[in-house]
Protein backbone atom coordinates (compact mmCIF):
# COMPACT_ATOMS: atom_id res chain seq x y z
CA UNK A 1 0.00 0.00 0.00
CA UNK A 2 3.39 1.97 0.30
CA UNK A 3 3.22 2.71 -3.36
CA UNK A 4 -0.23 3.74 -3.63
CA UNK A 5 -0.28 5.96 -1.02
CA UNK A 6 3.41 7.68 -2.16
CA UNK A 7 1.65 8.10 -5.39
CA UNK A 8 -0.72 10.69 -3.84
CA UNK A 9 1.55 12.88 -2.87
CA UNK A 10 3.39 12.88 -6.48
CA UNK A 11 1.65 15.14 -9.25
CA UNK A 12 2.38 15.48 -12.67
CA UNK A 13 2.23 18.75 -15.02
CA UNK A 14 2.10 18.59 -18.46
CA UNK A 15 5.23 20.17 -20.00
CA UNK A 16 3.74 22.96 -22.54
CA UNK A 17 5.39 22.60 -26.17
CA UNK A 18 6.55 25.16 -28.38
CA UNK A 19 5.62 22.66 -31.37
CA UNK A 20 2.87 20.46 -32.04
CA UNK A 21 2.70 17.48 -34.41
CA UNK A 22 0.11 18.40 -37.14
CA UNK A 23 -2.67 15.88 -36.52
CA UNK A 24 -1.92 14.67 -40.49
CA UNK A 25 1.49 13.66 -39.76
CA UNK A 26 0.32 11.71 -36.69
CA UNK A 27 2.69 8.90 -36.03
CA UNK A 28 0.68 6.00 -35.53
CA UNK A 29 0.54 2.31 -34.56
CA UNK A 30 -2.74 -0.08 -35.70
CA UNK A 31 -3.73 -1.47 -33.27
CA UNK A 32 -5.58 -3.90 -34.63
CA UNK A 33 -2.61 -4.83 -37.50
CA UNK A 34 0.48 -3.26 -35.35
CA UNK A 35 1.48 -7.28 -34.64
CA UNK A 36 2.10 -7.95 -38.07
CA UNK A 37 4.73 -5.30 -38.21
CA UNK A 38 5.76 -3.70 -34.87
CA UNK A 39 6.73 -0.22 -34.54
CA UNK A 40 10.31 0.19 -33.79
CA UNK A 41 10.85 2.49 -30.71
CA UNK A 42 13.97 3.60 -29.65
CA UNK A 43 14.30 4.23 -25.59
CA UNK A 44 17.25 5.84 -24.17
CA UNK A 45 18.36 5.31 -21.15
CA UNK A 46 17.15 8.43 -18.80
CA UNK A 47 20.00 10.69 -17.76
CA UNK A 48 20.92 11.82 -14.16
CA UNK A 49 23.25 13.91 -12.90
CA UNK A 50 24.53 11.34 -10.28
CA UNK A 51 25.01 7.57 -9.99
CA UNK A 52 21.87 7.06 -8.29
CA UNK A 53 19.69 9.07 -10.11
CA UNK A 54 21.65 7.19 -13.30
CA UNK A 55 20.25 3.93 -11.94
CA UNK A 56 16.83 5.01 -11.43
CA UNK A 57 16.94 6.56 -15.09
CA UNK A 58 18.09 2.81 -16.21
CA UNK A 59 15.85 0.52 -14.08
CA UNK A 60 12.95 3.59 -15.79
CA UNK A 61 14.06 3.07 -19.38
CA UNK A 62 14.01 -0.90 -18.99
CA UNK A 63 10.30 -1.39 -17.91
CA UNK A 64 9.10 0.99 -20.73
CA UNK A 65 11.14 -1.06 -23.19
CA UNK A 66 9.64 -4.31 -21.31
CA UNK A 67 5.92 -3.07 -21.37
CA UNK A 68 6.19 -1.88 -24.88
CA UNK A 69 7.33 -5.21 -25.87
CA UNK A 70 5.02 -7.03 -24.22
CA UNK A 71 2.59 -4.96 -26.09
CA UNK A 72 3.20 -6.34 -29.02
CA UNK A 73 3.00 -3.25 -31.11
CA UNK A 74 5.92 -1.99 -30.40
CA UNK A 75 9.71 -3.38 -31.08
CA UNK A 76 12.00 -1.58 -28.78
CA UNK A 77 15.15 -0.98 -30.76
CA UNK A 78 18.42 -2.54 -28.86
CA UNK A 79 20.46 0.47 -27.27
CA UNK A 80 23.17 -0.92 -29.07
CA UNK A 81 22.36 0.01 -32.20
CA UNK A 82 21.90 4.22 -31.42
CA UNK A 83 24.25 6.25 -33.12
CA UNK A 84 23.41 9.64 -31.52
CA UNK A 85 24.56 9.59 -27.68
CA UNK A 86 21.73 11.84 -25.98
CA UNK A 87 23.55 13.90 -23.39
CA UNK A 88 20.58 16.59 -22.58
CA UNK A 89 16.97 16.18 -22.82
CA UNK A 90 16.38 19.92 -23.77
CA UNK A 91 18.39 19.55 -27.10
CA UNK A 92 16.56 17.77 -30.10
CA UNK A 93 17.74 14.88 -31.42
CA UNK A 94 19.57 14.42 -34.83
CA UNK A 95 16.80 12.96 -36.04
CA UNK A 96 18.55 11.49 -38.66
CA UNK A 97 21.10 9.53 -36.77
CA UNK A 98 17.69 7.55 -35.39
CA UNK A 99 15.99 7.20 -38.82
CA UNK A 100 18.95 5.52 -40.24
CA UNK A 101 18.49 2.49 -37.34
CA UNK A 102 14.66 2.76 -38.32
CA UNK A 103 13.40 4.12 -34.87
CA UNK A 104 10.31 5.43 -35.76
CA UNK A 105 9.86 7.24 -32.50
CA UNK A 106 12.19 8.33 -29.87
CA UNK A 107 12.00 8.16 -26.05
CA UNK A 108 14.36 10.36 -24.11
CA UNK A 109 13.75 11.41 -20.51
CA UNK A 110 16.18 12.19 -16.97
CA UNK A 111 15.63 11.47 -13.26
CA UNK A 112 16.44 14.85 -11.17
CA UNK A 113 16.76 14.39 -6.98
CA UNK A 114 15.13 17.21 -5.39
CA UNK A 115 15.75 18.88 -2.33
CA UNK A 116 12.88 17.51 -0.40
CA UNK A 117 14.20 14.34 -1.10
CA UNK A 118 11.73 12.97 -3.74
CA UNK A 119 13.45 12.80 -7.96
CA UNK A 120 11.51 14.48 -10.58
CA UNK A 121 11.10 12.01 -13.71
CA UNK A 122 10.71 13.73 -17.20
CA UNK A 123 10.37 12.54 -20.18
CA UNK A 124 9.96 13.46 -24.19
CA UNK A 125 8.70 11.77 -27.17
CA UNK A 126 10.07 12.43 -30.48
CA UNK A 127 8.75 11.78 -34.00
CA UNK A 128 12.39 11.20 -35.90
CA UNK A 129 10.38 11.36 -39.60
CA UNK A 130 8.15 13.88 -38.50
CA UNK A 131 11.49 15.70 -36.61
CA UNK A 132 8.30 16.81 -34.04
CA UNK A 133 7.90 16.30 -30.28
CA UNK A 134 4.80 14.13 -29.73
CA UNK A 135 4.15 14.46 -25.88
CA UNK A 136 5.94 14.69 -22.46
CA UNK A 137 5.12 14.59 -19.09
CA UNK A 138 7.20 15.17 -15.49
CA UNK A 139 6.04 13.73 -12.16
CA UNK A 140 7.64 14.43 -8.64
CA UNK A 141 7.98 11.29 -6.70
CA UNK A 142 9.60 9.52 -3.55
CA UNK A 143 12.61 7.46 -4.98
CA UNK A 144 11.01 3.87 -4.65
CA UNK A 145 7.99 4.55 -6.78
CA UNK A 146 10.11 4.74 -9.94
CA UNK A 147 8.33 1.99 -11.03
CA UNK A 148 4.90 3.65 -11.62
CA UNK A 149 5.89 6.22 -12.96
CA UNK A 150 7.35 3.99 -15.83
CA UNK A 151 4.34 2.66 -16.39
CA UNK A 152 2.34 5.91 -17.02
CA UNK A 153 5.36 6.67 -19.15
CA UNK A 154 4.52 3.75 -20.70
CA UNK A 155 0.64 4.05 -20.74
CA UNK A 156 1.67 7.78 -22.50
CA UNK A 157 3.78 6.45 -25.16
CA UNK A 158 1.36 3.71 -25.83
CA UNK A 159 -1.73 6.23 -26.03
CA UNK A 160 -0.13 8.72 -27.92
CA UNK A 161 1.19 6.21 -30.83
CA UNK A 162 -2.05 4.27 -30.63
CA UNK A 163 -4.99 7.30 -30.35
CA UNK A 164 -6.00 4.42 -27.21
CA UNK A 165 -5.79 4.42 -23.71
CA UNK A 166 -2.66 2.26 -22.42
CA UNK A 167 -3.22 -0.56 -19.48
CA UNK A 168 0.56 -0.49 -18.28
CA UNK A 169 -0.11 1.68 -15.07
CA UNK A 170 -2.22 -1.54 -13.44
CA UNK A 171 -1.95 -4.45 -11.17
CA UNK A 172 -3.43 -8.31 -11.24
CA UNK A 173 -5.03 -10.10 -8.45
CA UNK A 174 -4.96 -13.96 -8.59
CA UNK A 175 -4.40 -16.69 -7.13
CA UNK A 176 -1.26 -18.42 -6.24
CA UNK A 177 -1.13 -22.39 -6.23
CA UNK A 178 1.19 -24.53 -4.45
CA UNK A 179 1.00 -28.09 -3.68
CA UNK A 180 0.07 -31.56 -4.68
CA UNK A 181 -3.33 -31.62 -6.87
CA UNK A 182 -5.43 -33.50 -4.02
CA UNK A 183 -4.50 -30.83 -1.57
CA UNK A 184 -3.52 -27.67 -3.53
CA UNK A 185 -2.71 -24.22 -1.15
CA UNK A 186 -4.24 -21.27 -2.96
CA UNK A 187 -3.89 -17.81 -1.46
CA UNK A 188 -4.73 -14.21 -2.89
CA UNK A 189 -1.39 -12.55 -4.67
CA UNK A 190 -1.80 -9.45 -6.20
CA UNK A 191 1.37 -7.69 -8.39
CA UNK A 192 1.61 -5.04 -10.91
CA UNK A 193 0.90 -5.98 -14.65
CA UNK A 194 4.80 -7.21 -15.81
CA UNK A 195 5.13 -9.33 -12.83
CA UNK A 196 6.58 -7.13 -10.28
CA UNK A 197 5.63 -6.12 -6.89
CA UNK A 198 4.57 -10.04 -5.77
CA UNK A 199 3.06 -10.26 -2.83
CA UNK A 200 0.15 -12.01 -0.74
CA UNK A 201 -3.09 -10.99 0.84
CA UNK A 202 -3.80 -13.94 2.45
CA UNK A 203 -2.31 -17.00 4.35
CA UNK A 204 -2.10 -20.68 3.29
CA UNK A 205 -5.16 -21.36 5.81
CA UNK A 206 -8.04 -21.17 3.69
CA UNK A 207 -8.37 -21.76 -0.01
CA UNK A 208 -9.40 -18.47 -2.05
CA UNK A 209 -10.65 -18.24 -5.35
CA UNK A 210 -12.23 -16.01 -8.67
CA UNK A 211 -10.90 -12.85 -7.17
CA UNK A 212 -11.90 -9.68 -9.01
CA UNK A 213 -11.54 -5.70 -8.60
CA UNK A 214 -13.15 -3.05 -7.87
CA UNK A 215 -13.49 -0.12 -10.13
CA UNK A 216 -11.92 2.24 -7.08
CA UNK A 217 -9.10 -0.35 -7.77
CA UNK A 218 -8.99 -0.50 -3.53
CA UNK A 219 -11.19 -3.26 -3.05
CA UNK A 220 -10.98 -7.09 -4.29
CA UNK A 221 -14.05 -9.66 -4.35
CA UNK A 222 -13.48 -12.61 -4.07
CA UNK A 223 -14.71 -16.56 -2.55
CA UNK A 224 -13.06 -18.15 0.15
CA UNK A 225 -13.81 -21.77 2.04
CA UNK A 226 -12.07 -19.59 5.71
CA UNK A 227 -15.41 -20.24 7.26
CA UNK A 228 -15.78 -23.80 5.86
CA UNK A 229 -18.49 -23.35 2.86
CA UNK A 230 -17.72 -21.20 -0.43
CA UNK A 231 -18.67 -17.71 0.64
CA UNK A 232 -18.17 -14.68 -0.86
CA UNK A 233 -15.63 -11.76 0.76
CA UNK A 234 -14.63 -8.12 0.45
CA UNK A 235 -10.89 -7.39 0.79
CA UNK A 236 -10.03 -3.51 1.31
CA UNK A 237 -6.20 -3.08 0.23
CA UNK A 238 -6.27 0.10 2.03
CA UNK A 239 -6.69 -1.52 5.51
CA UNK A 240 -6.06 -5.18 4.53
CA UNK A 241 -8.97 -6.51 6.40
CA UNK A 242 -11.34 -8.58 5.02
CA UNK A 243 -14.92 -9.46 4.93
CA UNK A 244 -17.82 -11.81 4.47
CA UNK A 245 -20.39 -10.47 2.29
CA UNK A 246 -23.77 -11.19 4.28
CA UNK A 247 -25.48 -13.84 6.37
CA UNK A 248 -26.72 -15.86 3.77
CA UNK A 249 -28.25 -19.57 4.12
CA UNK A 250 -26.48 -21.61 1.20
CA UNK A 251 -23.07 -20.68 -0.43
CA UNK A 252 -22.25 -17.88 -1.91
CA UNK A 253 -19.48 -17.45 -4.65
CA UNK A 254 -18.73 -15.93 -8.16
CA UNK A 255 -19.23 -12.32 -7.14
CA UNK A 256 -18.24 -9.34 -9.46
CA UNK A 257 -18.55 -5.38 -8.72
CA UNK A 258 -21.04 -3.40 -9.98
CA UNK A 259 -19.68 -0.95 -12.78
CA UNK A 260 -19.81 2.14 -9.68
CA UNK A 261 -19.00 -0.34 -7.57
CA UNK A 262 -21.64 0.19 -5.14
CA UNK A 263 -23.11 -3.33 -5.25
CA UNK A 264 -21.96 -6.84 -5.76
CA UNK A 265 -23.90 -9.18 -7.97
CA UNK A 266 -22.78 -13.00 -7.12
CA UNK A 267 -24.10 -16.54 -6.93
CA UNK A 268 -26.39 -18.05 -4.07
CA UNK A 269 -26.65 -21.67 -3.73
CA UNK A 270 -29.72 -23.04 -1.34
CA UNK A 271 -30.36 -26.57 -1.79
CA UNK A 272 -28.02 -27.25 -4.80
CA UNK A 273 -30.21 -24.47 -6.83
CA UNK A 274 -27.72 -22.16 -7.77
CA UNK A 275 -29.09 -18.44 -8.49
CA UNK A 276 -28.23 -14.87 -9.33
CA UNK A 277 -28.50 -12.02 -6.63
CA UNK A 278 -26.96 -8.65 -6.87
CA UNK A 279 -26.43 -6.91 -3.11
CA UNK A 280 -25.87 -3.19 -2.74
CA UNK A 281 -23.16 -2.47 -0.02
CA UNK A 282 -24.24 -0.41 1.20
CA UNK A 283 -27.79 -1.21 1.98
CA UNK A 284 -27.05 -4.29 2.28
CA UNK A 285 -30.09 -5.43 0.46
CA UNK A 286 -30.30 -7.77 -1.80
CA UNK A 287 -32.13 -8.76 -4.87
CA UNK A 288 -32.65 -12.23 -6.59
CA UNK A 289 -32.20 -11.91 -10.30
CA UNK A 290 -32.60 -15.22 -11.35
CA UNK A 291 -35.23 -17.86 -10.80
CA UNK A 292 -35.02 -21.17 -12.58
CA UNK A 293 -33.74 -24.65 -11.25
CA UNK A 294 -31.74 -24.94 -13.72
CA UNK A 295 -27.34 -23.54 -13.08
CA UNK A 296 -27.38 -19.46 -13.11
CA UNK A 297 -23.87 -18.32 -12.40
CA UNK A 298 -20.77 -16.23 -13.02
CA UNK A 299 -22.70 -12.98 -13.57
CA UNK A 300 -20.93 -10.16 -14.92
CA UNK A 301 -22.20 -6.69 -15.95
CA UNK A 302 -21.66 -4.62 -18.97
CA UNK A 303 -19.64 -1.29 -18.45
CA UNK A 304 -23.13 1.32 -18.10
CA UNK A 305 -24.52 -1.04 -15.28
CA UNK A 306 -27.28 -1.63 -17.34
CA UNK A 307 -27.08 -5.83 -18.67
CA UNK A 308 -25.61 -8.72 -17.26
CA UNK A 309 -23.90 -11.45 -18.67
CA UNK A 310 -24.21 -14.84 -17.22
CA UNK A 311 -23.70 -18.38 -17.30
CA UNK A 312 -26.52 -20.90 -16.90
CA UNK A 313 -27.51 -24.58 -18.32
CA UNK A 314 -30.83 -24.11 -18.25
CA UNK A 315 -31.43 -25.18 -21.91
CA UNK A 316 -29.44 -28.08 -21.55
CA UNK A 317 -25.34 -27.05 -21.57
CA UNK A 318 -23.84 -24.66 -20.01
CA UNK A 319 -24.30 -21.39 -22.21
CA UNK A 320 -23.91 -17.75 -22.06
CA UNK A 321 -27.31 -15.57 -21.00
CA UNK A 322 -27.83 -11.70 -21.13
CA UNK A 323 -30.87 -9.99 -19.36
CA UNK A 324 -31.38 -6.72 -17.59
CA UNK A 325 -30.05 -5.46 -14.57
CA UNK A 326 -33.41 -6.04 -12.74
CA UNK A 327 -33.29 -9.71 -13.88
CA UNK A 328 -35.93 -9.28 -16.66
CA UNK A 329 -35.42 -10.12 -20.24
CA UNK A 330 -33.48 -13.38 -20.19
CA UNK A 331 -32.23 -14.33 -23.58
CA UNK A 332 -29.82 -17.11 -24.53
CA UNK A 333 -26.95 -15.20 -26.60
CA UNK A 334 -24.54 -18.42 -27.30
CA UNK A 335 -25.08 -20.99 -29.91
CA UNK A 336 -22.19 -22.24 -31.12
CA UNK A 337 -20.76 -25.61 -30.15
CA UNK A 338 -20.12 -26.52 -27.04
CA UNK A 339 -20.51 -25.32 -23.35
CA UNK A 340 -19.95 -21.94 -22.80
CA UNK A 341 -18.89 -20.57 -19.42
CA UNK A 342 -17.38 -17.50 -17.36
CA UNK A 343 -18.44 -14.91 -19.21
CA UNK A 344 -16.90 -11.39 -18.90
CA UNK A 345 -17.97 -8.20 -20.69
CA UNK A 346 -15.38 -5.53 -21.69
CA UNK A 347 -15.01 -2.62 -20.27
CA UNK A 348 -15.40 -1.01 -23.57
CA UNK A 349 -18.58 -2.63 -23.93
CA UNK A 350 -18.36 -4.16 -27.56
CA UNK A 351 -17.63 -7.56 -26.66
CA UNK A 352 -18.04 -10.32 -24.02
CA UNK A 353 -14.78 -12.82 -23.34
CA UNK A 354 -15.64 -16.31 -22.49
CA UNK A 355 -14.38 -20.08 -22.01
CA UNK A 356 -15.67 -22.46 -24.66
CA UNK A 357 -15.11 -25.95 -24.24
CA UNK A 358 -15.39 -28.76 -26.69
CA UNK A 359 -13.88 -31.72 -28.21
CA UNK A 360 -11.50 -32.40 -25.24
CA UNK A 361 -10.12 -28.60 -25.10
CA UNK A 362 -10.85 -25.34 -23.73
CA UNK A 363 -10.82 -21.95 -25.07
CA UNK A 364 -11.06 -18.58 -24.82
CA UNK A 365 -13.30 -16.14 -27.19
CA UNK A 366 -14.92 -13.06 -27.50
CA UNK A 367 -18.51 -12.26 -29.32
CA UNK A 368 -20.26 -9.50 -29.12
CA UNK A 369 -23.38 -8.95 -26.36
CA UNK A 370 -26.01 -10.19 -29.19
CA UNK A 371 -23.77 -13.15 -29.44
CA UNK A 372 -22.85 -12.35 -32.92
CA UNK A 373 -18.99 -12.55 -34.35
CA UNK A 374 -17.95 -14.87 -32.53
CA UNK A 375 -14.25 -15.28 -32.42
CA UNK A 376 -11.55 -17.82 -30.75
CA UNK A 377 -8.37 -16.42 -29.77
CA UNK A 378 -6.54 -19.34 -28.06
CA UNK A 379 -6.89 -22.71 -27.15
CA UNK A 380 -5.71 -25.68 -24.85
CA UNK A 381 -5.85 -28.31 -23.28
CA UNK A 382 -7.62 -26.17 -20.20
CA UNK A 383 -8.10 -22.46 -20.93
CA UNK A 384 -10.38 -20.25 -18.64
CA UNK A 385 -11.44 -17.64 -16.78
CA UNK A 386 -10.22 -14.44 -19.38
CA UNK A 387 -10.17 -10.60 -17.68
CA UNK A 388 -9.92 -7.77 -20.08
CA UNK A 389 -6.88 -5.12 -19.63
CA UNK A 390 -8.88 -1.51 -19.13
CA UNK A 391 -8.58 -0.61 -22.43
CA UNK A 392 -10.86 -3.75 -23.81
CA UNK A 393 -7.65 -4.51 -26.30
CA UNK A 394 -5.95 -7.51 -24.02
CA UNK A 395 -6.95 -10.30 -22.34
CA UNK A 396 -5.75 -11.99 -19.64
CA UNK A 397 -6.50 -15.99 -18.58
CA UNK A 398 -5.16 -19.47 -17.18
CA UNK A 399 -3.94 -22.37 -18.95
CA UNK A 400 -3.58 -25.15 -17.50
CA UNK A 401 -1.30 -28.35 -19.44
CA UNK A 402 -2.74 -32.33 -18.84
CA UNK A 403 -1.48 -33.01 -15.38
CA UNK A 404 0.71 -29.99 -15.07
CA UNK A 405 0.23 -26.61 -12.39
CA UNK A 406 -1.81 -23.43 -14.29
CA UNK A 407 0.02 -20.63 -15.49
CA UNK A 408 -0.96 -17.10 -16.41
CA UNK A 409 -1.18 -16.02 -19.85
CA UNK A 410 -2.30 -13.22 -22.26
CA UNK A 411 -3.53 -12.60 -25.55
CA UNK A 412 -4.31 -9.30 -27.76
CA UNK A 413 -8.21 -9.13 -29.35
CA UNK A 414 -6.10 -10.18 -32.83
CA UNK A 415 -5.59 -13.64 -30.83
CA UNK A 416 -2.11 -12.96 -31.71
CA UNK A 417 0.50 -11.93 -29.17
CA UNK A 418 0.08 -15.01 -26.76
CA UNK A 419 2.53 -14.31 -23.57
CA UNK A 420 3.08 -15.85 -20.13
CA UNK A 421 2.58 -13.70 -17.31
CA UNK A 422 6.16 -14.25 -14.85
CA UNK A 423 5.15 -15.55 -11.90
CA UNK A 424 7.07 -17.12 -8.50
CA UNK A 425 4.37 -19.96 -8.23
CA UNK A 426 1.34 -21.50 -9.99
CA UNK A 427 -1.18 -19.37 -10.71
CA UNK A 428 -5.07 -18.85 -11.82
CA UNK A 429 -7.71 -16.79 -11.97
CA UNK A 430 -6.41 -13.50 -12.73
CA UNK A 431 -8.66 -10.34 -12.56
CA UNK A 432 -7.17 -6.89 -13.93
CA UNK A 433 -7.24 -3.83 -12.08
CA UNK A 434 -8.48 -1.04 -13.96
CA UNK A 435 -5.80 1.72 -14.54
CA UNK A 436 -4.56 3.31 -11.03
CA UNK A 437 -6.04 6.30 -9.67
CA UNK B 1 -1.23 -42.68 -2.54
CA UNK B 2 -3.04 -43.63 -0.06
CA UNK B 3 -5.70 -41.60 -1.05
CA UNK B 4 -5.68 -43.11 -4.64
CA UNK B 5 -5.73 -46.47 -3.14
CA UNK B 6 -8.98 -45.28 -1.51
CA UNK B 7 -10.51 -44.51 -4.45
CA UNK B 8 -9.77 -47.59 -6.11
CA UNK B 9 -11.10 -49.63 -3.55
CA UNK B 10 -13.99 -47.55 -3.63
CA UNK B 11 -14.85 -48.06 -7.33
CA UNK B 12 -14.18 -51.49 -7.14
CA UNK B 13 -16.34 -51.90 -3.96
CA UNK B 14 -19.13 -50.14 -5.98
CA UNK B 15 -18.64 -52.55 -9.07
CA UNK B 16 -18.64 -55.54 -7.38
CA UNK B 17 -21.13 -55.39 -4.04
CA UNK B 18 -24.65 -55.55 -5.00
CA UNK B 19 -25.61 -57.14 -1.81
CA UNK B 20 -24.02 -56.48 1.30
CA UNK B 21 -20.73 -54.52 1.92
CA UNK B 22 -17.60 -57.08 2.42
CA UNK B 23 -15.11 -56.04 4.41
CA UNK B 24 -12.75 -54.28 1.77
CA UNK B 25 -9.50 -56.21 1.09
CA UNK B 26 -6.72 -54.10 2.01
CA UNK B 27 -4.03 -53.41 -0.13
CA UNK B 28 -1.14 -55.53 0.82
CA UNK B 29 2.25 -54.37 0.39
CA UNK B 30 4.90 -56.73 -1.30
CA UNK B 31 7.23 -55.92 1.35
CA UNK B 32 7.46 -57.83 4.97
CA UNK B 33 4.93 -59.18 7.02
CA UNK B 34 3.45 -56.61 8.85
CA UNK B 35 3.11 -56.56 12.64
CA UNK B 36 -0.50 -58.27 14.09
CA UNK B 37 -3.70 -57.26 12.16
CA UNK B 38 -6.46 -56.74 13.19
CA UNK B 39 -8.41 -59.60 13.48
CA UNK B 40 -12.22 -57.79 12.93
CA UNK B 41 -11.96 -54.90 11.21
CA UNK B 42 -12.78 -51.17 11.82
CA UNK B 43 -14.44 -50.22 15.03
CA UNK B 44 -18.54 -50.46 14.24
CA UNK B 45 -19.78 -47.35 14.10
CA UNK B 46 -16.78 -45.43 13.71
CA UNK B 47 -15.88 -42.66 10.99
CA UNK B 48 -13.24 -46.14 9.38
CA UNK B 49 -16.23 -48.59 9.39
CA UNK B 50 -18.52 -46.13 7.79
CA UNK B 51 -16.16 -45.21 4.81
CA UNK B 52 -14.59 -48.93 4.51
CA UNK B 53 -18.25 -51.13 5.53
CA UNK B 54 -20.69 -48.74 4.23
CA UNK B 55 -19.14 -46.45 2.11
CA UNK B 56 -18.51 -42.66 1.72
CA UNK B 57 -19.00 -41.66 -1.96
CA UNK B 58 -21.04 -41.74 -4.66
CA UNK B 59 -19.94 -40.98 -7.99
CA UNK B 60 -21.55 -39.37 -11.22
CA UNK B 61 -21.81 -39.32 -15.01
CA UNK B 62 -19.93 -36.29 -16.81
CA UNK B 63 -21.49 -33.03 -16.16
CA UNK B 64 -24.91 -35.52 -13.97
CA UNK B 65 -25.93 -35.04 -10.56
CA UNK B 66 -28.84 -37.92 -10.81
CA UNK B 67 -27.56 -40.96 -8.75
CA UNK B 68 -27.05 -43.67 -10.65
CA UNK B 69 -28.67 -47.15 -8.83
CA UNK B 70 -24.93 -47.73 -7.59
CA UNK B 71 -25.11 -44.54 -5.87
CA UNK B 72 -28.64 -45.38 -4.16
CA UNK B 73 -27.47 -48.46 -3.10
CA UNK B 74 -24.49 -47.12 -1.34
CA UNK B 75 -26.71 -43.95 -0.04
CA UNK B 76 -28.83 -46.84 1.14
CA UNK B 77 -26.34 -48.67 3.35
CA UNK B 78 -25.50 -45.00 4.68
CA UNK B 79 -29.15 -44.07 5.47
CA UNK B 80 -29.25 -47.53 7.09
CA UNK B 81 -25.81 -46.68 8.90
CA UNK B 82 -26.86 -43.45 10.16
CA UNK B 83 -30.03 -45.03 11.86
CA UNK B 84 -28.33 -47.64 13.77
CA UNK B 85 -26.11 -44.53 14.86
CA UNK B 86 -28.17 -41.94 15.58
CA UNK B 87 -25.85 -38.97 17.14
CA UNK B 88 -23.84 -39.03 13.37
CA UNK B 89 -23.59 -36.06 11.64
CA UNK B 90 -22.97 -35.84 7.93
CA UNK B 91 -21.28 -33.02 5.76
CA UNK B 92 -22.21 -33.81 2.46
CA UNK B 93 -19.82 -32.64 -0.47
CA UNK B 94 -19.99 -32.17 -3.77
CA UNK B 95 -17.08 -32.65 -6.21
CA UNK B 96 -16.38 -32.59 -9.94
CA UNK B 97 -13.83 -33.43 -12.25
CA UNK B 98 -11.47 -30.81 -13.80
CA UNK B 99 -13.33 -30.62 -17.66
CA UNK B 100 -15.28 -27.81 -16.28
CA UNK B 101 -15.31 -24.35 -15.27
CA UNK B 102 -14.20 -23.25 -11.82
CA UNK B 103 -17.74 -21.83 -10.85
CA UNK B 104 -19.85 -23.65 -13.20
CA UNK B 105 -18.42 -26.70 -11.17
CA UNK B 106 -19.28 -25.07 -7.58
CA UNK B 107 -22.65 -25.02 -8.59
CA UNK B 108 -22.38 -28.23 -10.14
CA UNK B 109 -20.78 -29.96 -7.25
CA UNK B 110 -23.58 -27.98 -4.63
CA UNK B 111 -26.53 -29.94 -7.02
CA UNK B 112 -24.85 -33.33 -6.49
CA UNK B 113 -24.21 -32.68 -2.66
CA UNK B 114 -28.12 -31.96 -2.63
CA UNK B 115 -29.07 -34.88 -4.55
CA UNK B 116 -27.01 -37.16 -1.77
CA UNK B 117 -28.68 -35.14 0.65
CA UNK B 118 -32.04 -36.08 -0.26
CA UNK B 119 -32.03 -38.81 -1.21
CA UNK B 120 -30.95 -39.76 2.25
CA UNK B 121 -33.65 -37.38 3.46
CA UNK B 122 -36.32 -39.38 1.75
CA UNK B 123 -34.93 -42.37 3.29
CA UNK B 124 -35.70 -41.01 6.87
CA UNK B 125 -32.42 -39.01 7.68
CA UNK B 126 -33.61 -35.92 9.75
CA UNK B 127 -32.34 -32.80 7.62
CA UNK B 128 -30.45 -31.54 10.59
CA UNK B 129 -28.17 -34.39 10.60
CA UNK B 130 -26.71 -33.65 6.83
CA UNK B 131 -24.89 -30.06 5.94
CA UNK B 132 -24.11 -30.03 2.45
CA UNK B 133 -21.08 -28.18 0.71
CA UNK B 134 -19.53 -27.89 -2.82
CA UNK B 135 -15.73 -27.99 -3.79
CA UNK B 136 -16.07 -27.88 -7.12
CA UNK B 137 -12.96 -29.01 -9.17
CA UNK B 138 -10.53 -27.86 -5.60
CA UNK B 139 -10.33 -31.43 -4.07
CA UNK B 140 -9.79 -33.92 -7.08
CA UNK B 141 -9.58 -37.84 -4.97
CA UNK B 142 -7.13 -38.52 -8.32
CA UNK B 143 -4.59 -36.09 -9.44
CA UNK B 144 -4.12 -37.57 -12.93
CA UNK B 145 -5.49 -36.16 -15.92
CA UNK B 146 -7.70 -39.06 -17.17
CA UNK B 147 -11.07 -40.67 -17.39
CA UNK B 148 -10.23 -43.03 -14.58
CA UNK B 149 -9.33 -40.20 -12.50
CA UNK B 150 -12.04 -38.34 -13.19
CA UNK B 151 -14.37 -40.68 -13.21
CA UNK B 152 -13.99 -40.94 -9.78
CA UNK B 153 -13.44 -37.24 -8.77
CA UNK B 154 -17.40 -36.64 -9.79
CA UNK B 155 -18.56 -37.76 -6.42
CA UNK B 156 -20.20 -36.57 -3.38
CA UNK B 157 -18.48 -37.36 -0.18
CA UNK B 158 -20.42 -38.03 2.75
CA UNK B 159 -17.99 -36.85 5.94
CA UNK B 160 -18.74 -37.52 9.34
CA UNK B 161 -18.68 -34.68 11.38
CA UNK B 162 -19.48 -35.99 14.47
CA UNK B 163 -21.15 -38.53 16.91
CA UNK B 164 -19.60 -41.42 15.51
CA UNK B 165 -17.89 -43.84 17.75
CA UNK B 166 -13.41 -43.19 18.45
Redesign the interface.
Known amino acids: MRLIKSFFAAFAVILAFAFAAPASAQLRVDIDEGHLNPMPVAVVDFLGPNAAAQQVGRDVSQVIRANLDRSGLFRPVEPSAFIERISAMEVPPRFADWRVINAQALVVGQVTPLPDGRIRIEFRLWDTFGETSLTGFQYATTPDNWRRIAHRISDQIYEQLTGERGYFDTRIVFVSESG ?3 R ?1 I ?1 RLMIMDQDGANPFFLTSADA ?1 V ?2 PRFSPSTQMITY ?1 S ?1 ET ?3 RVFLYNLETNRREVLGDFP ?2 T ?2 PRFSPNGSGIVF ?1 L ?1 M ?4 EIFSMDLRARSRVRLTNHPG ?4 PSYSPDGSQIVF ?1 S ?1 RGG ?2 QLYVMNADGSGQRRISFGDG ?1 Y ?2 PVWSPRGDLIAF ?1 R ?1 GGGR ?1 AIGVMRPDGSGERILTES ?2 D ?2 PTWSPNGRVIMFFR ?1 G ?2 QGARLWSVDLTGRNLRQIPTQTDAS ?1 PAWSPLLP | MRKILIALAAVSALAACASRPEPTPTPTSPTAPTAPSQPSGPTPGSVEDFRVSVGDRVFFGYDRFDLSPEARSVLERQAAWLRQYPNVRLLVAGNCDERGTREYNLALGARRAAAARDYLVSLGIAANRLETVSYGKERPLDPRANEEAWSVNRNSHSQIVSGAVS
Open positions: PRTRKMLTMFGAPGMFSTDNGNSIDTSNDSPRSTTQFYLEAERGD
